[in-house]
């Protein structure tokens, strides 16, 4: 199935680090969506992204939607260990050319803090 | 206000067997969509229903199928199970089409 590019794949940081990921699609998004996933539970909302360019924090979590409408970007400031998890972007695609209100996943990023 | 709840949590089948997963949406919410999210792969799409209506289905065998009841709640049905259906089942509820999705836990099937 359709699936979405994330990187990286998966990371280990200090704790204190900044990290940064960014999710890339082939075709055009109008809603870009982070998610945070932990083991056994489903994912959760961080962000959601409505127009291209647009900058939107939550806490220490900064996402941005591409100016090309292809790509999103998630940052961390200074990373806690409760930080770790899986994180998900998630786009929909223009419902005339897809047909449905569908959300494309990415192949997420593992995130895991060293104290 | 209760969030997306489904069931079972956990859950071993038969290769052949079928099974149904329930989920009941956030309140207010009238779209549900269902994903498959097989170990270490991000969520997959199966289909969403919008109104007890099937509004856009992904790429599932027709033995994926799904309902949704007059209070939006949904089930979804897998037939002949195979042993690649093994994965955890979420369910999301959105307060409309294409508005953001709030996800259950999930349940976890295992086919042996």
């Known amino acids: 199935g359709q699936q979405l590019n994330q990187s990286p794949q998966s990371m280990f940081i200090q704790e204190g680090e900044d990290v940064s990921m960014n999710c890339t699609s082939s075709s055009i998004f109008n809603t870009w969506l982070w998610y945070k996933q932990e083991p056994g539970e489903g994912p959760v909302l961080l962000i959601a992204l409505y127009k291209a360019g647009e900058l939107t924090s939550n806490g220490r979590l900064t996402a941005q939607f591409g100016i090309t409408r292809k790509d999103s970007f998630l940052n961390i400031s200074a990373s806690i260990p409760s930080d770790v998890g899986i994180y998900f972007c998630a786009g929909r695609p223009w419902v005339l050319t897809s047909g449905t209100y569908k959300y494309i996943f990415g192949t997420g990023t593992r995130l895991k803090v060293l104290a | 206000e209760t969030g997306v709840t489904q069931s079972p949590t956990h859950l071993i089948k038969t290769r052949g067997q079928q099974v149904t997963l329930r989920c009941s949406s956030q309140s207010g919410h009238n779209t549900v969509s269902w994903y498959q999210q097989a170990l270490g792969q991000g969520p997959q799409f199966i289909f969403q229903?919008?109104?007890?209506?099937?509004?856009g289905r992904g790429n599932f065998p027709p033995r994926f199928s799904g309902l949704q009841f007059p209070n939006y709640s949904s089930e979804l049905n897998v037939n002949a199970l195979e042993l690649d259906d093994s994965a955890l089942y979420l369910c999301a509820s959105s307060l409309d089409q294409g508005t953001v999705y709030t996800f259950g836990s999930g349940t976890r099937l295992t086919v042996v």
């Open positions: 229903y919008y109104r007890e209506e099937e509004n």
